[in-house]
C-alpha cells in the first residue's frame, strides 16, 4: 500500500515515515523543506502542497491513501503567509485526494483546536465546538483547517478520512509547541495559574497516526496518551526552573525579558487546560500508548 | 505552589491517602488533583474547620460513602463558607473520606491563585459536561443551586432560600445519581452582610462585593450546623418538560427547607439531636 505523507520533513512527519515503513507501507513523501538524511525508500519531492508540482506527485505516484501534516503553528511561522498554508493546503490536499483516487486521508490535527478558557471542561469530546478564536486568532487558521479537513467526511464520503486532533507531542526530537516552550533553562509561567497539559511522546503519536491509517477510520478523533499533568510538574520534571512571573508583566514583556514570543492568545494557554478525552480513538483502534508521562519527559530531557 | 509553606498533619495525609483517586507517578489524578498540594492545603484548612470555626455534622452517613451522588443544599452568608465546610466535613468527618467537587462559579477561575488553587484540589467551574463526566466517574459533586444569588442574601435572610437552578436536576436524571440534601445554618452569623456592592464588584471582576457589620470581609469564630438528609432519588431522563423537572426541584427544596429549620432549632436549643428527622 503506497502512502503519501504531506509535510514529511517535518519532526512528526520523518517520524510517521519511519514507522510507516517499518510496517510496510510504501512511503512517498511532499515537503518545501528538504530531509537530507532521508532512507532511499523513501521517494521525496520537494514541493510546496499548494503548487502544481505536487498535484504532480498525486497523478503520477496516485498514492492509496495521504497523511496530511502540512500545517503551521504560529511557533514556526510569523507571517500572515501561515493562514494560506494552513487552509489552501488542506483545500488541496482534500482536492487531490478526491480528484486522484486516494481511498484514505489523515488529518494530522491538534487538540488545542477547542481553546482553552476559565470555564471550559476537562475532556473534551469530539462534538464540542471551538471556543477562543476569537481571543487567540493565531489559532483560527488552524481551527479553520480541521473544520475545513472534517468537510471531506460529507463532501467526498467514499474517502475514509479521520482528523485526528493530537495533544501536543514532546520526546527527543524536541520540537513541537511544547519543546520550544520548555527550551531554555528558566521556564517563566503566569504566576497563580498552572493548567493541566496533556501531551503524548512523539513516537507514540506517531503511531496513533499508523493506527488510525490501519483501522481505516472514517471520522473525527481525539488522541492523547497518558493522563494529563500541570505545566509547573512538567517544567520541573523537565529538569528547568519554573519562574512564575504576574500577568500583566507576562503581557507587557512578551517577546522581551527572557520571555517567550507568544501571541497575547497564548496567554491563556498558560492558564487553562485544553484536556481531551480519546475514548472513541482507543475504541476504534485498540490504541495504546508506550511511553507514560515521566519517560515521555525523560526522553525530552535528556536528549542531546 | 504550596511548597513547604505548610506543614502536612500525617492524620490529614492519611485520610488523603484514603480516598478513592487513581494517582500518577506524578501524584496527580486525571482531573488534575495534587496528592501532595491537597495534603498541605487540607492540614491547614482543618485548623480553621475545627478550631476557627465549629461544625456540628449530622446525618453524615446519609452521603453514598462509594459511587455518584450529588449534595444539593443552602447557601447561608456572604461568601461560600458553606462550601468550605461541606468540603470539610467530607474531608476530616466522613468515613471513608470523600472529595466531592464543588461547581464554583466562572469567576473564581479567573482569580490567580484561586485558579491554581481550585486546580489542583479538583473544583471546577460548574459546567454541566464537567458534571456528568464527573458522576459518570462515580464521584461526588457539590452544587449550590441558589448560585451567586444565594450567597447575595443579607444576614437578615441567611436562612432562607431563593430560586433554585434546574441544572443539578436535570444532571441527576440523566446521570441517573442520587441526591444528597443538606442544609447548612451560621453562615450569617459568621459573616453578617449588610450590603453588596455590585457595581465595585463588576470593577473587581466578582459578583458583588459584600459588606459586613464591621466593615471587613473576615468571618468571626462560629459554630455552624450541617445536616445531611437521606438520600432522594428520582426517575427519568433529564429530558423532560420544565415543569415537571421544577416539580422535582421543589421536592429537593422543601427537604433542604426543612433540614434548615431542624438546624436553627438545634442552633437555639429548641431540639436536640434525637428530635431530628434527616
Known amino acids: ?304 | 505552589m504550596f511548597d513547604k509553606l505548610l506543614p502536612i498533619d500525617p492524620e490529614v495525609a492519611a485520610r488523603i491517602e484514603a480516598l478513592d483517586l487513581q494517582f500518577n507517578k506524578f501524584g496527580v489524578d486525571p482531573y488534575g488533583i495534587d496528592k501532595t498540594d491537597l495534603k498541605r492545603f487540607v492540614s491547614a484548612f482543618a485548623w480553621i474547620y475545627r478550631f476557627y470555626f465549629k461544625v456540628d455534622v449530622f446525618g453524615i452517613k446519609n452521603v453514598p460513602s462509594t459511587g455518584r451522588g450529588i449534595l444539593v443544599g443552602n447557601h447561608s452568608g456572604g461568601v461560600a463558607i458553606d462550601g468550605a465546610m461541606v468540603m470539610g466535613s467530607m474531608l476530616l468527618d466522613a468515613e471513608p473520606p470523600r472529595l466531592p467537587h464543588a461547581m464554583i462559579d466562572k469567576f473564581i477561575h479567573e482569580f490567580p491563585g484561586a485558579s491554581q488553587l481550585m486546580s489542583r484540589t479538583g473544583q471546577f467551574t460548574g459546567n454541566p459536561d464537567q458534571a456528568a463526566r464527573l458522576l459518570r466517574a462515580e464521584r461526588l459533586i457539590l452544587a449550590f443551586p441558589e448560585g451567586a444569588r444565594g450567597t447575595a442574601k443579607l444576614a437578615k435572610d441567611a436562612d432562607s432560600l431563593v430560586g433554585f437552578g434546574t441544572g443539578f436536576m436535570r444532571l441527576a436524571l440523566e446521570t441517573k445519581s442520587p441526591i444528597v440534601p443538606f442544609g447548612f445554618v451560621g453562615g450569617g452569623d459568621a459573616l453578617p452582610t449588610i450590603a453588596n456592592l455590585k457595581r465595585l464588584g463588576r470593577l473587581l471582576g466578582v459578583p458583588y462585593v459584600p459588606i459586613t457589620k464591621w466593615g471587613l470581609l473576615i468571618p468571626k469564630p462560629t459554630r455552624f450546623q450541617l445536616l445531611y438528609g437521606k438520600p432522594m432519588t428520582f426517575e427519568g431522563t433529564g429530558h423532560e418538560r420544565d415543569e415537571a423537572v421544577e416539580s422535582m426541584v421543589g421536592q429537593v427544596k422543601e427537604r433542604i427547607r426543612g433540614l434548615i429549620r431542624q438546624g436553627r432549632q438545634l442552633r437555639e436549643k429548641e431540639i436536640s439531636e434525637e428530635d431530628l428527622v434527616l
Open chain 1, 1 to 304: 500500500m503506497k502512502v503519501l505523507v504531506t509535510g514529511i520533513s517535518g519532526m512528526l512527519g520523518r517520524i510517521t515515515a519511519l514507522k510507516l515503513l517499518k510496517h510496510g507501507y510504501e512511503v512517498i513523501g511532499i515537503d518545501r523543506r528538504p530531509w537530507p538524511e532521508a532512507p532511499e525508500a523513501i521517494a521525496l519531492f520537494q514541493a510546496d502542497i499548494r503548487k502544481r508540482p505536487a498535484e504532480d506527485v498525486f497523478r503520477t505516484h496516485r498514492p492509496d491513501a495521504a497523511i496530511h501534516m502540512a500545517t503551521v503553528t504560529h511557533l514556526v511561522h510569523k507571517s500572515p503567509d501561515r493562514m494560506r498554508v494552513n487552509l489552501y493546503g488542506t483545500r488541496a490536499f482534500i482536492h487531490h485526494c478526491h480528484q486522484y483516487g486516494v481511498k484514505q486521508a489523515v488529518f494530522a490535527g491538534r487538540h488545542t483546536f477547542y481553546g482553552a478558557a476559565a470555564d471550559s471542561p476537562l475532556y473534551h469530546t469530539e462534538d464540542e465546538p471551538p471556543i477562543s478564536t476569537h481571543t487567540f486568532p493565531e489559532l483560527a487558521d488552524l481551527v479553520a483547517a480541521d473544520l475545513y479537513a472534517a468537510s471531506a467526511l460529507w463532501r467526498y464520503p467514499g474517502i475514509a478520512t479521520a482528523v485526528l486532533r493530537i495533544v501536543y507531542t514532546l520526546g527527543p526530537s524536541k520540537h513541537g509547541t511544547l519543546a520550544s516552550f520548555l527550551k531554555g533553562p528558566n521556564v517563566p509561567l503566569v504566576m497563580g495559574f498552572d493548567p493541566l497539559f496533556h501531551f503524548i511522546h512523539e513516537d507514540d503519536a506517531a503511531t496513533a497516526i499508523v493506527s488510525a491509517l490501519a483501522h481505516k477510520l472514517h471520522g473525527i478523533y481525539n488522541v492523547s496518551g497518558p493522563t494529563p499533568v500541570p505545566l509547573s510538574t512538567i517544567v520541573r520534571a523537565a529538569g528547568r526552573r519554573a519562574i512564575p512571573v504576574p500577568e500583566s508583566i507576562f503581557k507587557l514583556g512578551v517577546g522581551r525579558l527572557g520571555l517567550p514570543h507568544l501571541p497575547a492568545g497564548a496567554i491563556d494557554h498558560l492558564k487553562y487546560p485544553i484536556v481531551v478525552d480519546s475514548e472513541a480513538f482507543r475504541r476504534a483502534t485498540r490504541y495504546s500508548y508506550e511511553f507514560d508521562e515521566r519517560e515521555t519527559i525523560n526522553s525530552f530531557r535528556t536528549a542531546r
